[in-house]
């Protein structure tokens, strides 16, 4: 059983910043499997970030202003977000595709006001 936690949303001005946690317990290979998406309003889930062999992928959206990072011995994966515009508005989500059939954690609410 894999389980995920994700922390840090909240509401925050255009052009602010928010750092999300997201601590993974239970039988979990490696961080390296581990990515953030989020869903709008209406929209469909869409990745954001995600950690590929041994680099990094992001939305084009977020290229440049979001960074994903981890701590291996916190079980933990972080997403800093910087320069948030009002259309980063959404739940993000932490997964892990490994072990299958993959795990989502219950979502953390950001919210940027223009």
């Known amino acids: 059983q894999v389980q995920l936690v994700e922390s840090g949303g909240g509401l925050v001005q255009a052009g602010g910043s928010l750092r999300l946690s997201c601590v993974v317990s239970?039988?979990?290979?490696?961080?390296?499997?581990v990515g953030w998406y989020r869903q709008a309003p209406g929209k469909q889930r869409e990745l954001v970030a995600v950690?590929?062999?041994?680099?990094?992928n992001y939305a084009d959206s977020v290229k440049g202003r979001f960074t994903i990072s981890r701590d291996s011995p916190k079980n933990t994966v972080y997403l800093q977000m910087n320069s948030l515009k009002p259309e980063d508005t959404a739940v993000y989500y932490c997964n892990t595709r490994l072990p299958l059939p993959g795990y989502w954690g219950k979502g953390t609410l950001v919210t940027v006001s223009s």
């Open positions: 950690f590929t062999g041994g680099s990094t």
């Open positions: 239970g039988s979990i290979f490696s961080l390296s499997v």
